[in-house]
């Protein structure tokens, strides 16, 4: 059984809008620490947002996206999400999710489950 299946990913104009989606398989908690991670084509992997499991529920976004991106995680569902608007081209990568985050201390170590991602591509 695949872990994490997103969906929702697209090609859109800039300014436009997005909604990602991520379910998550039965065999994960729905109280884990969940995240969006994005990769564009040529760079690193980087955080887009987080949300905290274990009913927290404190959101951290990248300054990139602060105010333009709203993740959100529906507990009945399991399912993830992450509301993009005010799309630029430099948003443009393949978007995964992530569940389950191990910590040392305060800080996040490694998520034990990824999904394949799925691509936004933002034109001008």
């Known amino acids: 059984q695949v872990p994490l299946v997103e969906s929702g990913g697209d090609s859109v104009q800039a300014g436009g809008s997005l909604k990602l989606s991520c379910q998550a398989s039965?065999?994960?908690?729905?109280?884990?620490?969940m995240a969006w991670y994005r990769q564009a084509s040529g760079k690193e992997r980087e955080m887009v947002s987080i949300?905290?499991?274990?009913?927290?529920?404190?959101?951290t976004y990248a300054d990139s996206v602060k105010g333009r991106f709203t993740i959100s995680h529906d507990e009945e569902k399991n399912t993830l999400f992450l509301q993009m608007s005010s799309l630029k081209t430099e948003d443009t990568a393949m978007y995964s999710c992530?569940?389950?985050?191990?910590?040392?201390?305060?800080?996040?170590?490694?998520?034990?489950?990824w999904g394949q991602g799925t691509q936004v591509t933002v034109s001008s």
């Open positions: 992530a569940a389950c985050a191990s910590y040392t201390g305060d800080k996040i170590t490694r998520f034990e489950y």
């Open positions: 039965t065999s994960i908690s729905n109280r884990c620490t």
């Open positions: 949300i905290r499991g274990q009913g927290d529920g404190t959101k």
